[in-house]
């Protein structure tokens, strides 16, 4: 299927080279050249299912709304938008092109990062999500996730693709399509019970500093460890970071990536700066585009000049979309490291343990039922339905036990 689109020219100017990895039925994508400027390109097709009209007209729509945002959006970690087409055939986006790998590549083998490495990385990070979230409407990504975030060869993130991003509407209470990455996405946005805002993209950005930091996959256990628990070797503000960002409760959580900054900085021990954004200065702000659906549904994108030359952005990735619900984090302790005293920033203390201790009371208070139960049908008359002996008594107790036991073993962490 895909070897049709191998030196396949459009629009008489961006010319597809070769094939990316990680191509499915839905999407395909592609590495090209600009024939005018000579620059690498990225393609993003999305072929008609012509067997379902209905996942077509879907499909349009986010392609609808992903085009609306990459128009007004120019920052260096963000895809620069070039061109569009769009026939009964297929939709294609060209956005630039950067070389890079996801973040998911450099945690594949479960090694904690440094400290430091994870500093720099999100301290490049936050003025990208600053970025979107001071937009105005602002603009929610929510599909931040390692295999969502690329590097280049320099180590600066770049994130890529805006099928799941949307623009926050005031005047709504919850998101008209629920988008949610196992693991990553908040419970409001993964249960669709509340509209997604920049608190939500500030959650799945504290799942992934606490898989930079521990190694560890937050999607591998129903109940998110503290980060201190798995290493007592980092600052616990880092700990205490994490806890609030990934609370279960978005009035919990820090309320802007400022406020997060704020902790951050202290790890730093300078101030963050959450503005940086060279877009602007080394790349001309791109050519107006309009986007209008016409009445077959193929929407059409019509410009008022030349492209400029633009800053290299994007490659694609994807990942599974399922629901999970994770239980609010631990509390963090405050402790003193040399001279300087880390206080962690304050949050609820976790309830972990209160699953078990509920089962447990249920537990003991069916054993306690069934060792009295000849009492209880002797009471209501009806003892000769039923005659517990002591071994059925000592069967019931020991029943419990064992399954108080399994229990704990399947419900706690598997860290």
């Given at each position: 299927?895909?070897?049709?689109?191998?030196?396949?020219?459009?629009?008489?100017?961006?010319?597809?080279?070769?094939?990316?990895?990680?191509?499915?039925?839905?999407?395909?994508?592609?590495k090209?050249?600009?024939?005018?400027?000579?620059?690498?390109?990225?393609?993003?097709?999305?072929?008609?299912?012509?067997?379902?009209?209905?996942?077509?007209?879907?499909?349009?729509?986010?392609?609808?709304?992903?085009?609306s945002?990459?128009?007004?959006?120019?920052?260096?970690?963000?895809?620069?938008f070039?061109?569009?087409?769009?026939?009964?055939?297929?939709?294609?986006?060209?956005?630039?092109?950067?070389?890079?790998?996801?973040?998911?590549?450099?945690?594949?083998?479960?090694?904690?990062?440094?400290?430091?490495?994870?500093?720099?990385?999100?301290?490049?990070?936050?003025?990208?999500?600053?970025?979107?979230?001071?937009?105005?409407?602002?603009?929610?990504?929510?599909?931040?996730?390692?295999?969502?975030?690329?590097?280049?060869?320099?180590?600066?993130?770049?994130?890529?693709?805006?099928?799941?991003?949307?623009?926050?509407?005031a005047?709504?209470?919850?998101?008209?399509?629920?988008?949610s990455?196992?693991?990553?996405?908040?419970?409001?946005?993964?249960?669709?019970?509340?509209?997604s805002?920049?608190?939500?993209?500030?959650?799945?950005?504290?799942?992934?500093?606490?898989?930079?930091?521990?190694?560890?996959?937050?999607?591998?256990?129903?109940?998110?460890?503290?980060?201190?628990?798995?290493?007592?070797?980092?600052?616990?503000i880092?700990?205490?970071?994490?806890t609030?960002?990934?609370?279960?409760?978005?009035?919990?959580?820090?309320?802007?990536?400022?406020d997060?900054?704020?902790?951050?900085?202290?790890?730093?021990?300078?101030?963050?700066?959450?503005?940086?954004?060279?877009?602007?200065?080394?790349?001309?702000?791109?050519?107006?585009v309009?986007?209008?659906?016409?009445v077959?549904?193929?929407?059409?994108?019509?410009?008022?000049?030349?492209?400029?030359?633009?800053?290299?952005?994007?490659?694609?990735?994807?990942?599974?979309?399922?629901?999970?619900?994770?239980?609010?984090?631990?509390?963090?302790?405050?402790?003193?490291?040399?001279?300087?005293?880390?206080?962690?920033?304050?949050?609820?203390?976790?309830?972990?343990?209160?699953?078990?201790?509920?089962?447990?009371?249920?537990?003991?208070?069916?054993?306690?039922?069934?060792?009295?139960?000849?009492?209880?049908?002797?009471?209501?008359?009806?003892?000769?339905?039923?005659d517990?002996?002591?071994?059925?008594?000592?069967?019931?107790?020991?029943?419990?036990?064992?399954?108080?036991?399994?229990?704990?073993?399947?419900?706690?962490?598997?860290?």
């Amino acid at each position: 299927m895909t070897g049709q689109y191998i030196n396949k020219i459009y629009l008489d100017r961006y010319k597809i080279i070769e094939e990316l990895p990680g191509n499915n039925d839905f999407e395909l994508t592609f590495k090209g050249i600009d024939l005018q400027s000579n620059k690498s390109v990225f393609f993003r097709v999305i072929p008609a299912d012509k067997e379902h009209p209905e996942l077509r007209e879907q499909s349009q729509r986010f392609i609808f709304k992903e085009l609306s945002l990459l128009q007004r959006l120019h920052h260096d970690g963000l895809p620069a938008f070039l061109d569009s087409v769009s026939n009964k055939d297929e939709n294609v986006i060209i956005t630039d092109y950067r070389e890079g790998v996801p973040l998911a590549d450099k945690l594949q083998n479960k090694t904690p990062m440094g400290e430091q490495e994870t500093l720099n990385f999100i301290e490049k990070l936050l003025p990208i999500l600053k970025y979107l979230h001071t937009q105005s409407p602002p603009i929610i990504y929510r599909d931040l996730q390692p295999k969502s975030i690329f590097v280049d060869n320099t180590g600066n993130p770049f994130l890529t693709k805006y099928e799941a991003a949307r623009v926050y509407k005031a005047d709504k209470i919850k998101d008209t399509v629920v988008v949610s990455t196992r693991g990553y996405n908040p419970p409001e946005q993964a249960l669709g019970k509340g509209q997604s805002d920049a608190r939500s993209d500030i959650y799945s950005l504290g799942m992934v500093i606490f898989q930079m930091l521990t190694g560890k996959d937050p999607t591998a256990s129903l109940i998110l460890p503290s980060v201190s628990d798995i290493r007592k070797d980092i600052s616990p503000i880092w700990a205490g970071l994490v806890t609030k960002a990934t609370n279960i409760k978005p009035d919990k959580r820090y309320a802007s990536i400022d406020d997060l900054s704020a902790d951050l900085s202290r790890i730093k021990g300078s101030p963050i700066d959450t503005n940086k954004n060279t877009a602007s200065q080394s790349h001309p702000v791109q050519r107006p585009v309009t986007v209008t659906p016409t009445v077959s549904g193929v929407f059409t994108a019509s410009t008022t000049s030349k492209p400029s030359d633009t800053q290299t952005t994007l490659q694609k990735e994807s990942a599974p979309t399922t629901v999970r619900k994770t239980p609010e984090p631990y509390a963090q302790k405050s402790v003193t490291s040399n001279k300087t005293i880390h206080k962690a920033p304050t949050t609820e203390a976790h309830d972990s343990w209160i699953p078990f201790v509920l089962a447990a009371l249920i537990i003991i208070t069916l054993t306690m039922l069934f060792l009295n139960f000849d009492k209880i049908l002797d009471a209501v008359g009806i003892k000769s339905f039923l005659d517990l002996t002591t071994a059925h008594k000592t069967a019931v107790g020991t029943g419990s036990a064992i399954l108080l036991l399994l229990s704990y073993i399947f419900l706690k962490p598997k860290y």
